[in-house]
């Protein structure tokens, strides 16, 4: 979906820095996602937003962050990367029908 | 807890085969069902949405059924191309959450 866009596209970072990954939609939707896609777990979802300054955790959200100031804008921040962090990072925004579209993805490598 | 099992975990067919690609879900307490498409290194594509209250939807060769008593859904797909190969994945929206929970995917090889 062109209006969700995702930056880096890729990054690689050293073990304990912080990251910070950006989701930007054009969209308005109200509902936004961060999940995270690894071999022989799928997608699972780390936090997701239903609302500017209104966010909760998902299934795997130990280590991260998010914060949404606008409606646009969904950032994840890793508070001191892993190595099991290592990753796949695709955003999503949900509209009004309930469907979700997703970003391209960050392809995130800690060493 | 909701789990969604995708049986195969990948599938062969030879070009112009019509096949099912299944979905099974635990709890048939959804909003909806969504099936995507994602090609190698690339993102998810939204492909068919099927609301709770509707039986299947259909876009162009794709068909997708939902039986939600029997926490089920196919997605057929006509007259196979070697385009359609990708890795196929349906995810269910929880009632009450507004969450996806995903299946694992069945990855789809069409073989010219």
């Known amino acids: 979906d062109a209006g969700i866009t995702q930056s880096p596209r890729h990054k690689v970072t050293e073990t304990g820095t912080p990251v910070t990954l950006r989701c930007h939609q054009t969209?308005?939707?109200?509902?936004m996602y961060w999940y995270r896609q690894d071999p022989g777990h799928g997608l699972r979802l780390i936090h997701y937003s239903y609302g500017v300054k209104d966010t909760d955790k998902g299934e795997v959200s130990d280590g991260y962050s998010v914060s949404r100031s606008k409606t646009e804008d969904f950032l994840l921040t890793l508070e001191s990367a892993t190595s099991s962090q290592t990753s796949v990072y695709f955003c999503a925004g949900q509209d009004r029908g309930n469907e979700q579209y997703f970003g391209p993805g960050t392809r995130l490598t800690v060493t | 807890k909701q789990e969604v099992t995708q049986i195969p975990a990948a599938l062969s067919v030879p070009e112009g085969e019509n096949l099912v690609l299944n979905c099974s879900f635990t709890d048939s307490a959804i909003y909806n069902l969504q099936w995507f498409r994602q090609d190698p290194g690339k993102g998810l594509t939204s492909l068919l949405l099927?609301?709770?209250?509707?039986r299947e939807q259909t876009s162009g060769r794709l068909n997708a059924s939902l039986d939600k008593s029997s926490g089920r859904s196919t997605l057929y797909i006509a007259a196979s191309q070697p385009g359609d190969s990708a890795t196929y994945l349906c995810?269910?929206?929880?009632?009450?959450?507004?969450?996806?929970?995903f299946g694992q995917g069945t990855r789809l090889t069409i073989n010219p």
């Open positions: 969209e308005n939707h109200r509902y």
């Open positions: 099927i609301q709770s209250s509707q």
């Open positions: 995810a269910v929206l929880i009632q009450g959450a507004q969450k996806l929970v």
